[in-house]
């Protein structure tokens, strides 16, 4: 029995703060801390992926893809998929049905422009659904999702009371960077996770979830964060202890997403 691994990078550049600060612009120490992420960390990032030749997805706001080109080919060159995380990184939840319409529009395009192909799962900038992201995710044809925190294992996205064909692959706050190790302004005493523990904790949750049949280990990370040299050295840490474990399978989102539907889909059809 393998499980599938799945390694997702939000590429959040500068949008992270800008996003949340009117004031921003005028603050370049601010959003100096993402313009690491696609100068700097990102570079490590596909190196040590290179390394272990391990296919990742990236979801990545538009206004991100069209300021930072270089970076976006460095990604596509690699051979990683590009898929949606809006167009500004801005909290959908404060910005209403037109605006929140909006957002999926124009990251939509800027990955269609920048890919020539068109995304295919949306991860929200607000790590929460409105009442009319489901819809819009339907409405751009997106066929998989990586949005909640309810189980180890896909499981077609409930609209409310209607179950969808969207296929959504869950993840985790302690299989993600940024409670660990993401600096924040507003909170400059906040004490941070050494790497050690933090490379413990993912391993723990490998050594359990394989166990389980059916499950899937999602890391959720941002280049930004995990990009620095003790924090990708914890990546590190994980990814060798996976791979000795001997069963692992390393898979780009889509293409697990693609796996599950059929399965998904025949169970959902036969309850009903």
Same mark, same amino acid.
């Given at each position: 029995?393998?499980?599938?691994?799945?390694?997702?990078?939000?590429?959040?550049?500068?949008?992270?703060?800008?996003?949340?600060? @009117?004031?921003? %612009? $005028?603050?370049?120490?601010?959003?100096?801390?993402?313009?690491? !992420? @696609? $100068?700097?960390?990102?570079?490590?990032?596909?190196?040590?992926? !290179?390394?272990?030749?391990? @296919?990742?997805?990236?979801?990545?706001?538009?206004?991100?893809?069209?300021?930072? @080109?270089?970076?976006?080919?460095?990604?596509?060159?690699?051979?990683?998929?590009?898929?949606?995380?809006?167009?500004?990184?801005?909290?959908?939840?404060?910005?209403?049905?037109? !605006?929140?319409?909006?957002?999926?529009?124009?990251?939509?395009?800027?990955?269609?422009?920048?890919?020539?192909?068109?995304?295919?799962?949306?991860?929200?900038?607000?790590?929460?659904?409105?009442?009319?992201?489901?819809?819009?995710?339907?409405?751009?044809?997106?066929?998989?999702?990586?949005?909640?925190?309810?189980?180890?294992?896909?499981?077609?996205? %409930?609209?409310?009371?209607?179950?969808?064909?969207?296929?959504?692959?869950?993840?985790?706050?302690?299989?993600?960077? %940024?409670?660990?190790?993401?600096?924040?302004?507003?909170?400059?005493?906040?004490?941070?996770?050494?790497?050690?523990?933090? %490379?413990?904790?993912?391993?723990?949750?490998?050594?359990?979830?394989?166990?389980?049949?059916?499950?899937?280990?999602?890391?959720?990370?941002?280049?930004?964060?995990?990009?620095?040299?003790?924090?990708?050295?914890?990546?590190?840490?994980?990814?060798?202890?996976?791979?000795?474990?001997? $069963?692992?399978?390393?898979?780009?989102?889509?293409?697990?997403?693609?796996?599950?539907?059929?399965?998904?889909?025949?169970?959902?059809?036969?309850?009903?």
């Amino acid at each position: 029995m393998t499980t599938p691994v799945l390694l997702t990078f939000d590429l959040d550049a500068e949008q992270l703060w800008s996003a949340r600060d @009117p004031e921003s %612009a $005028n603050k370049p120490v601010w959003l100096s801390q993402g313009t690491y !992420g @696609p $100068n700097v960390g990102l570079p490590r990032i596909l190196r040590l992926l !290179g390394r272990y030749d391990i @296919p990742v997805t990236f979801f990545i706001p538009g206004m991100v893809i069209e300021n930072h @080109p270089r970076a976006i080919e460095s990604i596509l060159e690699a051979g990683h998929e590009i898929e949606h995380h809006s167009h500004t990184h801005t909290w959908s939840d404060g910005l209403g049905a037109e !605006g929140e319409l909006e957002e999926f529009e124009l990251g939509y395009e800027a990955i269609v422009r920048a890919t020539g192909r068109k995304p295919r799962g949306w991860r929200s900038p607000a790590g929460e659904l409105t009442p009319n992201s489901i819809a819009y995710m339907e409405r751009f044809g997106l066929d998989f999702s990586s949005n909640l925190f309810d189980s180890d294992s896909a499981h077609l996205l %409930a609209d409310r009371d209607r179950v969808t064909d969207i296929v959504e692959l869950p993840f985790a706050w302690v299989l993600d960077d %940024a409670p660990f190790f993401l600096y924040s302004n507003r909170l400059p005493g906040r004490t941070m996770s050494a790497p050690s523990a933090v %490379a413990e904790s993912w391993i723990r949750e490998w050594d359990g979830i394989s166990t389980e049949p059916g499950t899937h280990f999602m890391l959720a990370m941002h280049p930004q964060v995990i990009g620095r040299h003790s924090r990708l050295w914890a990546l590190e840490q994980t990814l060798t202890h996976i791979m000795e474990s001997g $069963n692992a399978e390393f898979l780009r989102c889509s293409a697990y997403a693609d796996r599950m539907r059929p399965l998904l889909l025949e169970e959902r059809n036969g309850q009903s």
